[in-house]
């Protein structure tokens, strides 16, 4: 070790001292501030800067590049290639931090008798009568109370033997459902800890729960280490099939994100990794898959399916995952094709399976698959939905963080209202527009009559009937000949120059909204309903709690009806996998929503192709 | 390399070529002449002589210690520590030769339409249709004619994706009873094949089979690789509790053993040893511990009992074998304690759970198990025999191989006829006494009154009544002052001197046939029948093949009976382990007798200890 400095990121003061020759970006991950990385860390995409206001290093190659020589001079770099070599202090601006926008739901998931898919007891190894002729494993489980010899892994029954070689009298013993997990001298685990992991293509939200209540003890989320390898599925997929070792290094890579979560969890909570002796994932299919290592090939071709979909589980060391040596990881069944494990968590979360009522589930994230049905009968599919809600592909998108345009109306007077998500009461500079702000401004465009049934946003100068002057003065060409609606002015902005919605971004709004609307529409044809017999809607990804029903529905996202039926849901999924991780009936509910939900495979059906056109429309509605 | 050599090992005269600095116990192993290491190769036993007739190398210090300089200038040597250095003629006389006690039972076990174990399949991935969201998983099963979704490791999950991914068409499918063990592309297996393994503490048997139809390809035996850490279980035992590898090391020496005999298995039969798909393995219970890696002290120690013993399969993989890399070893699952799987295996083979006789099955190895019932009950036991029947302890006791007594009857005249196991039809010249020599001379000894009840041996001078001459003649005192009884004069022993039965053997013979006898007694007393209901006894061992019956009930080692009621099976586990390999009706049985064959643990009794004292006396018959 050549010697430490201390490093301080501003706004939050977040201080430790790391390692000379740490870079900006680990140190940044070590206190928590977890700094967007899309290029993975090669300097190439600019995208993770940050501003030094103490200990300015010198600017590299890539610094040189990515900044102007005012910018230089201002102290900033590249987070991914500075390198920490004495004290700093570090401003990381908004729109370099990976929000996360993922957070597991608070609200009290377990009746108090819910029986636990992990349990621990203490027993003593009993009586040495000549007579009790049972083996050991026999005795574990008769003093445990069970009557059925336990499955066992090889290397349980080899620790259960060297327990007894040590004359070990009381031992502990973890059942995970009929089998035995695990055997500890007596006491040495504290409590058996888990990790219920909600894996999405782009971010991965992990938390830390206590297995014998429940208790979430720490959360933390990251950006899955893959995304170096591709934004979206299909890219992973292509990934694979273009290199031998595809499927190894796109494991390795979520191992890797899941390993640092674990350490980051451990660290908050503190509490030693070997206590954690059990983890649930719930992912797409192509992110199980390639979490357990299985090539995702068959899911990127038609008839696009999946290698399996039922009940399985690896160890956790398959991952590298410096967990207690036993644990395994409960992979989240799938339902088929893409609606993978996520959708069947996101299911157990909102008990699709236990409601009588017709309700829509529609789980956005970087895709959007959308569940329909009740207690009886449920359908699902995958819509190609694209992370346009995440801002990619958006000209001034953004994830839903500090300065994005969170909100937009516009008012009679032909005002335009709108509002930043900050930390001040005070209006922030705007900084771009994320997911419930590009439906917002859509939804207003349309109610003045800027945007017409087609998507087609009005021309400035176009005659189309008198508009306010206000409104009229925010119409805009861009640079590129676009036409474009202002929505934060240039002295609004951090930038110094308008924040704008496109007639690109409508267009990519349309095609998001299109294709979720066009499922919703095949699922009530499959099941034999009109879209007015859904009883409640429930909308579930991180991106939904912004979202205002109004607009979800003047923009045809989600079919109109009272907004009061319009539930958010927040992270289905990840408030899914804590239930799957602690309870063992909540596995059973979704071995069985796996297995019984039918799937219909939109790819290639001719009656989807005409509702996806027809539901790229937009219908004004009369109030 | 240095260079190499030939050697040709007599009277067999086989010939190979090794490279110069081989041992000669490693070129015998390689020309499939095993030779005897008690001691493990150090040296030290001197019981690995052999001579050479060409090219003899100079003698070692351990030949110095070990062979008269006579017998050096004849060519003597160690076989453990000679090495060749050129071309070299060697004869390898019989007492050397582990000779290969255990073979498999030839006769037909399989009915026309047995259930297989492992069944392959070759099958077509089928239909792209859209409408077909089976998972690969579903559709392998499927096309297999399987309703349920199969069990699978994730070796073979992750090969099913790359077959899959590489647009491999027709597919190879193994089945191992309900679970999925192997996918390989369409005939890339030209027939899969297994092995049958009964593992004894001292031989180990092995059989390649062809696991569609049974056959047996070809068969070997091999001494237990552990032989060197101990004789019997308890000293294998002991070496784990005093050492904290050993049971590692116990397993590696076993494992190394295994790899050996499916070496020559496969050059014998010119089949790849990756055709080896499946594996079983009877043995008793601290055989499969040990095997499996399981420490088997609590075996060791009251109330001896076992880790498990129900069924359990691991890895070929744990055991470093190199076959197929998703193969498994199914361990035959045990009754008790030292009522191990080579038992219950010799009861599936000799049908104990589907006769409805009272039969009594002696399975006599090292130890001997006893088993009393019949397809309504039965009850086990274990005797503490000890090897005296393979040699063990006996002064000059060999194993029934070329050169050993194994018949001696005393005529009328007073002369004593005896036979020696040899090649020839003409009279070999005596070496030794094994088991079966052993139990007609007590026998006969018995019957002509030189031994009374108490198993004293009439010394040379006592005057208990007039002896023909001829058998006055043979009994001496030895130069350690024991009387004996010479069975070979010196004229026709290889040695020159005589081959005798001592008082000491004797008492080795009565302390066995009195433990076994004893047991006996016991499970007829916990079934409450008397040992004359017995209808039948099976008597199992390769050394059962050699023993007169009315030499074994003159000495009250099996109850009197009409001799056609005893019959002879062989080595009984040796062809149960081909049964459970190959038809998975044989593994349900085998896990059904294990799990309701009653035990009765004998160490501790205080019946038996009586009983034993009491089945130590001989009872002299009544013609």
């Given at each position: 070790m050549i010697g430490e400095c201390e490093v301080c990121f501003a706004p939050d003061n977040r201080r430790l001292t790391v390692e000379i020759g740490t870079t900006v970006a680990e140190a940044a991950a070590c206190a928590d501030v977890v700094i967007e990385q899309p290029c993975g860390g090669?300097?190439?995409?600019?995208?993770c800067r940050v501003r030094f206001t103490d200990g300015v290093p010198a600017p590299t190659l890539f610094d040189r590049r990515a900044f102007t020589s005012e910018q230089l001079a201002a102290g900033w770099r590249l987070a991914c290639k500075a390198v920490l070599m004495k004290a700093a202090t570090i401003e990381v601006p908004a729109p370099s931090l990976a929000v996360s926008v993922k957070t597991f739901g608070g609200e009290d998931l377990f009746p108090p008798d819910f029986e636990r898919a992990i349990v621990a007891q203490t027993i003593a190894l009993d009586s040495d009568a000549m007579d009790d002729q049972a083996s050991l494993l026999e005795r574990v489980a008769r003093a445990c109370g069970r009557t059925h010899i336990p499955k066992a892994t090889s290397g349980t029954v080899r620790e259960l033997a060297r327990l007894a070689a040590a004359r070990t009298e009381r031992i502990q013993v973890l059942w995970e459902d009929d089998a035995l997990r695990a055997v500890l001298p007596a006491e040495s685990l504290e409590r058996p800890l888990g990790v219920a992991i909600d894996l999405g293509t782009t971010t991965v939200a992990a938390a830390l729960i206590?297995?014998?209540?429940?208790?979430?003890l720490a959360i933390h989320s990251a950006l899955n280490g893959q995304a170096r390898y591709g934004a979206d599925v299909i890219s992973r997929i292509t990934y694979c099939a273009e290199h031998a070792d595809g499927v190894a290094v796109l494991q390795k890579a979520v191992a890797q994100t899941l390993s640092e979560c674990i350490a980051h969890l451990c660290r908050k909570a503190q509490v030693a990794r070997q206590q954690i002796v059990a983890l649930a994932l719930a992912g797409n299919s192509t992110m199980e898959h390639l979490a357990s290592g299985v090539s995702p090939l068959s899911l990127g071709t038609a008839p696009y399916i999946g290698v399996w979909r039922g009940e399985r589980s690896i160890p956790a060391a398959h991952l590298w995952l410096e967990v207690h040596p036993r644990a395994r990881v409960w992979l989240t069944p799938m339902v088929r094709s893409n609606v993978g494990g996520d959708t069947t968590a996101a299911m157990v979360a909102t008990g699709m399976d236990r409601d009588d009522r017709l309700r829509l589930l529609i789980d956005i994230g970087t895709n959007a698959e959308v569940v329909l049905g009740s207690a009886r009968r449920r359908i699902a599919c995958s819509t190609s939905a694209g992370p346009a809600f995440e801002g990619a592909n958006i000209s001034q998108g953004m994830r839903?963080?500090?300065?994005?345009?969170?909100y937009v109306a516009i008012h009679e007077d032909g005002s335009v209202v709108f509002h930043v998500i900050g930390n001040a009461s005070a209006q922030e500079p705007a900084r771009g527009i994320c997911g419930s702000g590009l439906i917002d401004a859509v939804a207003e465009l349309l109610r003045v009559g800027l945007i017409d049934e087609r998507g087609w946003l009005r021309p400035p100068s176009a005659g189309q009937g008198p508009l306010p002057e206000p409104i009229a003065r925010r119409i805009i060409r861009t640079d590129n000949g676009m036409n474009a609606f202002i929505l934060a002015p240039a002295e609004k902005s951090a930038a110094g120059s308008p924040v704008c919605i496109t007639a690109g971004d409508v267009r990519q709004l349309q095609l998001v909204k299109g294709s979720i609307a066009a499922g919703i529409e095949i699922l009530c044809r499959e099941m034999g309903v009109e879209p007015a017999a859904i009883e409640e809607v429930l909308i579930a990804g991180a991106f939904g709690n912004y979202i205002r029903k109004t607009s979800a529905m003047a923009i045809g996202l989600v079919p109109a009806m009272d907004p009061e039926r319009v539930r958010f849901v927040g992270n289905a999924a990840g408030v899914g996998a804590r239930m799957i991780l602690v309870d063992r009936n909540a596995r059973r509910r979704a071995v069985a929503l796996a297995e019984t939900t039918e799937y219909v495979e939109?790819?290639?059906?001719a009656d989807y192709q005409s509702a996806f056109a027809a539901a790229m429309m937009f219908h004004r509605k009369d109030t």
């Open positions: 090669y300097g190439r995409c600019g995208k206590d297995l014998q209540d429940g208790a979430t839903a963080g500090a300065g994005a345009i969170d939109l790819a290639g059906r």
